[in-house]
């Protein structure tokens, strides 16, 4: 007989009671020792892990990593998901060990009762499996004894009947009750996919058409996720279905780090001021905020004749906003420069012209300050247009106000510099400082920018580093 069973008997034999656990840590002392004789030495150490602590469980299981005291608020959710029906969001900052965290409490459970099925989800089916490899691996560390014909990783099971299944947002779950932990961990890949109104409504219409809908009596549901849009699913879950969100910050009201022994406030003090305000607070802090308010704070200038361009690199951005064949809109080319991890933009020459005309800008702006290499973002009808300006065209992921982020973060800490004194500088700043990302008039300019700054700076700092990860900590 399975040890709860065992248990249960013997407490109602002993004194009416509910909860097998709960009641004997609260039976008189003469009970609890009637109840605590009858057992076995196997049925001991089953009570004993029973009650185990999931923190203590991570220690166990995975000696080389400590237990995650920075999540405590979090972990104590997933302790009582054990045995009481829990829905909840949770925002916890990149690189601060959440899905690993998850991944213990889900082995925990299969552990504790191997009869219920355990679900993971998370944006992409690739993923989801390799974290369901390593649920696996922990759950058949702390004992649990897997079907031998049911081992795949978007599906394993244990002798009991239960176990996890894995897929991707999308994916499915289909013809699969689950009864344990439902987690739906990151459903976005990055802010290119959450910015994306489309992509928000294919996800928050798979959750409750495909993952909701599998919820059985006794399940727990948690999305955990980092905040990338007020109307991502978390937000949603929060705002439409009134669902408590645990918001764990990386800093709190009074200026403290929520993991201080692996990202103190220097350090995060670091990341602020490259990503940027906007990133900071939803991807951080799990304050998302909506668009409209100015992307681009105060200005700073230079003076090019007091700088040695020694050692520079230098990038030739473009925004075009026209094919072939009409130029009714601006077209731009802007020079920025990179010297010592600061970026000076040198040139701006923002025109309505022809493609051949406008050439032959671009030509005196490569030739005049030596930019070797350009990018433009564009569509996949503009890449014939790139080519015949003898730019380096780049598919766009993202709308511009996504794409300004990575240079609106730098220009804010003071690392984007314009000239004092230039024909073209006021106009380059006036769009700049007005630029929102919601129907701006002009924006040729900022994306121009955006390019030129993504050509040269480092990749975890540009447009094509956006995106979020986590693991545990290893002892030292």
């Known amino acids: 007989m399975h040890f709860p069973v065992v248990l249960a008997l013997a407490l109602a034999a002993a004194a009416p009671m509910t909860s097998p656990l709960h009641d004997l840590a609260a039976a008189p002392p003469a009970v609890r020792d009637q109840v605590l004789a009858q057992l076995s030495d196997a049925e001991l150490a089953a009570l004993e892990r029973q009650a ?21 608020p979090l972990v104590e959710v ?7 029906p829990v829905e909840l969001v949770v925002h916890a900052p990149p690189r601060h060990t959440k899905t690993e965290t998850i991944l213990h409490a889900i082995a925990q459970m299969v552990s504790l009762d191997p009869a219920r099925t355990n679900a993971y989800v998370t944006y992409a089916q690739a993923l989801a499996q390799s974290k369901s490899r390593k649920a696996r691996l922990l759950a058949t560390t702390a004992g649990v004894d897997l079907a031998e014909d049911a081992q795949r990783l978007e599906e394993w ?8 299944l894995a897929t991707g947002v999308g994916g499915p779950l289909t013809g699969h009750g689950v009864n344990g932990l439902l987690i739906v961990d990151d459903p976005f890949k990055n802010r ?9 409504e294919k996800v928050w219409e798979w959750f409750n058409d495909v993952a909701y809908t599998r919820k059985e009596p006794g399940a727990s549901v948690i999305v955990v996720a980092t905040r990338w849009h007020p109307q991502d699913l978390s937000g949603k879950l929060i705002s439409e279905r009134g669902w408590r969100y645990l918001k764990l910050p990386a800093l709190d ?8 022994e692996r990202f103190s406030t220097a350090e995060l003090a670091k990341i602020r001021e490259q990503i940027g305000e906007y990133s900071w607070a939803s991807l951080y802090q799990g304050e998302p905020r909506n668009r409209g308010g100015a992307v681009f704070g105060d200005v700073h200038t230079y003076d090019p004749v007091s700088i040695n361009w020694n050692g520079a690199r230098t990038g030739l951005g473009v925004d075009c906003a026209y094919s072939a064949k009409t130029y009714s809109n601006y077209s731009v080319g802007l020079v920025l420069v990179e010297l010592d991890d600061r970026f000076y933009v040198r040139d701006v020459q923002r025109h309505q012209l022809k493609t051949t005309p406008f050439k032959a800008v671009l030509d005196g702006q490569k030739k005049a300050f030596g930019a070797r290499r350009s990018r433009w973002y564009t569509s996949t009808t503009e890449e014939g247009t790139a080519e ?42 006036s769009e700049v400082m007005s630029f929102t990302g919601v129907d701006d008039d002009h924006d040729d300019q900022v994306d121009a920018l955006a390019a030129a700054y993504d050509l040269l ?18 002892r030292i």
């Not at 997933?78 to 009481?84: C, F, H, N, V, W």
């Not at 099971?157 to 996890?164: D, M, V």
């Not at 700076?457 to 290893?474: D, F, I, M, N």
Request: net charge neutral; hydrophobic share 40%; charged share 20%.
């Open 78 to 84: 997933l302790e009582l998901a054990r045995d009481t």
């Open 253 to 260: 009201g009074e200026g403290r780090a929520l993991w201080p």
């Open 52 to 72: 185990e602590p999931l923190g203590a469980f991570i220690e166990r299981i995975s000696p080389a990593y400590s237990a995650p005291t920075h999540l405590q």
């Open 192 to 200: 290119v996919e959450a910015e994306s109104a489309t992509t928000r």
């Open 157 to 164: 099971r244990t002798a009991e009947g239960g176990g996890l």
């Open 388 to 429: 015949l300006l003898g730019i380096t065209p780049e598919l766009a992921r993202a709308d511009k106000f996504v794409r300004a982020q990575p240079v609106a973060a730098a220009w804010n800490a003071g690392r984007v510099l314009v000239p004092q004194n230039a024909p073209w500088v006021d106009a380059f700043i």
């Open 457 to 474: 700076a480092k990749p975890a700092a540009s447009y094509e580093g956006l995106g979020s990860s986590g693991g545990l900590q290893r």
